[in-house]
T-cell receptor, first 113, second 114 residues
Framework: GENVEQHPSTLSVQEGDSAVIKCTYSDSASNYFPWYKQELGKGPQLIIDIRSNVGEKKDQRIAVTLNKTAKHFSLHITETQPEDSAVYFCAATLNQAGTALIFGKGTTLSVSS | DSGVTQTPKHLITATGQRVTLRCSPRSGDLSVYWYQQSLDQGLQFLIQYYNGEERAKGNILERFSAQQFPDLHSELNLSSLELGDSALYFC?????????????FGEGSRLTVL
C-alpha cells in the first residue's frame, strides 16, 4: 500500500522567512497530493492540492511542487506570519482509484515574530 | 465550521470496555472516512464508506468496526479497549466516492482509555 514520509517533523522560522516541507510517496499510481493544515483543537483543513498532470501550483503565499519521477512533492510558504503556525500534513491517494488519503506524520511549524 | 459533526467530543473509559463514536457528514456528502490521530503516528486511515457501503480499509484493528446508515451518518465501534487506543478519532466527509477532492474533517472525538 501507499506510504508517505514527511520531513521535517518540526520547523521553526522567523516571521517573514520562507518555510519548506517535503514529502515522498511510494505508490507510483497515486495521482492526487493535497496539503492540510491543522490548528490547535481543530480538524485538518485543505490548504492546497496538486494533481499528477501538473508540476507546480500556487495560491498567494503558498505553493506546491510535484516531481512524479522522483515521487516527491513539497509545500512552500513564503513571507510566513504567526498565524501560519500549525501542523501541516501532506497526503497521497491510496491507489490509482483514489479511494482514500494516506497522510504523512505531520510537520509542526512555528513562526515567531 | 466544516459542517461535519462528531460526538462525543471527549470520552474517558476503562480498558476492556466498548465505545461508539458518531459522525454526521456534511449535507450532501456520501463518503465518510475515519482516521485515528496519535502523537507518534500522525493521521492513520482506518476505513471509508460510500453511500452505505465499505469502499476502502486501512489499518483498522479487528476490535474496531464501523458502519454507515441509510441517513449517511456513520458510527465507529471500538471494543476490548486497550491503553494504546487512546487517541483523537476524526471523521471526514466528501461528496464523491474517491478521495481526489477536498475532505472535510470534524473536530474529532478524543478517547482516553484508563
Amino acid at each position: 500500500g501507499e506510504n508517505v514520509e514527511q520531513h521535517p517533523s518540526t520547523l521553526s522560522v522567523q516571521e517573514g522567512d520562507s518555510a519548506v516541507i517535503k514529502c515522498t510517496y511510494s505508490d507510483s499510481a497515486s495521482n492526487y497530493f493535497p496539503w492540510y493544515k491543522q490548528e490547535l483543537g481543530k480538524g485538518p483543513q485543505l490548504i492546497i492540492d496538486i494533481r499528477s498532470n501538473v508540476g507546480e501550483k500556487k495560491d498567494q503565499r503558498i505553493a506546491v511542487t510535484l516531481n512524479k519521477t522522483a515521487k516527491h512533492f513539497s509545500l512552500h510558504i513564503t513571507e510566513t506570519q504567526p498565524e501560519d503556525s500549525a501542523v501541516y500534513f501532506c497526503a497521497a491517494t491510496l491507489n490509482q482509484a483514489g479511494t482514500a488519503l494516506i497522510f504523512g506524520k505531520g510537520t509542526t511549524l512555528s513562526v515567531s515574530s | 465550521d466544516s459542517g461535519v459533526t462528531q460526538t462525543p467530543k471527549h470520552l474517558i473509559t476503562a480498558t476492556g470496555q466498548r465505545v461508539t463514536l458518531r459522525c454526521s457528514p456534511r449535507s450532501g456528502d456520501l463518503s465518510v472516512y475515519w482516521y485515528q490521530q496519535s502523537l507518534d503516528q500522525g493521521l492513520q486511515f482506518l476505513i471509508q464508506y460510500y453511500n452505505g457501503e465499505e469502499r476502502a480499509k486501512g489499518n483498522i484493528l479487528e476490535r474496531f468496526s464501523a458502519q454507515q446508515f441509510p441517513d449517511l451518518h456513520s458510527e465507529l465501534n471500538l471494543s476490548s479497549l486497550e491503553l494504546g487506543d487512546s487517541a483523537l478519532y476524526f471523521c471526514a466527509s466528501s461528496v464523491a466516492s474517491g478521495a481526489t477532492g477536498e475532505l472535510f474533517f470534524g473536530e474529532g472525538s478524543r478517547l482516553t482509555v484508563l
